[in-house]
């Protein structure tokens, strides 16, 4: 017959009931650092490196016109200014990235009514880019001035 389950407890030593303590505690999750872009018509202010940690980007459109900012990581190795490079040769800047992280749009006046969060990899590249055009025959926010990159320390 086996024994009662209190007196199995007490058999248990301090080191295994420190550890039954530990597992059930909850790890502590840690706020993600944030940052608001403020745009502009038609810029992206933006820091130049951010700390490597999970992080919440917000986007508050300050200019008269709507933006979008498309956040993407950079393959290893590529510099903001490679990409530069590339897309000014025509060529899609999504051949140099891992992928879009992410996106936020605000019309003028506006902040986005999302934000994205973002596990920032260090020594990597992040590009901010806004593609919208104010009319078919005009060229893209992109090419006004509104491209950003920010290193991962
Ligand atoms: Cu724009």
Redesign the pocket.
């Given at each position: 017959m086996a024994a009662p389950l209190n007196s199995r407890l007490l058999r248990l030593s301090p080191w295994s009931l420190s550890l039954l303590a530990w597992a059930c505690v909850p790890p502590t999750p840690q706020a993600p650092a944030e940052v608001t872009i403020v745009t502009t018509d038609?810029a992206f202010p933006a820091p130049k490196e951010l700390p490597a940690r999970r992080t919440l980007f917000r986007m508050d459109n300050q200019g008269r016109?709507p933006?979008?900012m498309a956040l993407g990581q950079l393959k290893a190795g590529v510099s903001a200014d490679s990409v530069l490079a590339y897309t000014s040769q025509g060529q899609d800047p999504g051949d140099l990235a891992d992928g879009i992280v992410g996106l936020l749009i605000a019309d003028g006046g506006q902040t986005a009514l999302g934000s994205l969060t973002v596990d920032l990899v260090p020594g990597r590249t992040y590009l901010m880019i806004?593609q919208?055009k104010d009319a078919d025959s005009l060229p893209p926010?992109s090419a006004m001035g509104?491209q950003a990159s920010f290193v991962v320390q």
């Amino acid at each position: 017959m086996a024994a009662p389950l209190n007196s199995r407890l007490l058999r248990l030593s301090p080191w295994s009931l420190s550890l039954l303590a530990w597992a059930c505690v909850p790890p502590t999750p840690q706020a993600p650092a944030e940052v608001t872009i403020v745009t502009t018509d038609y810029a992206f202010p933006a820091p130049k490196e951010l700390p490597a940690r999970r992080t919440l980007f917000r986007m508050d459109n300050q200019g008269r016109v709507p933006h979008e900012m498309a956040l993407g990581q950079l393959k290893a190795g590529v510099s903001a200014d490679s990409v530069l490079a590339y897309t000014s040769q025509g060529q899609d800047p999504g051949d140099l990235a891992d992928g879009i992280v992410g996106l936020l749009i605000a019309d003028g006046g506006q902040t986005a009514l999302g934000s994205l969060t973002v596990d920032l990899v260090p020594g990597r590249t992040y590009l901010m880019i806004c593609q919208f055009k104010d009319a078919d025959s005009l060229p893209p926010h992109s090419a006004m001035g509104m491209q950003a990159s920010f290193v991962v320390q």
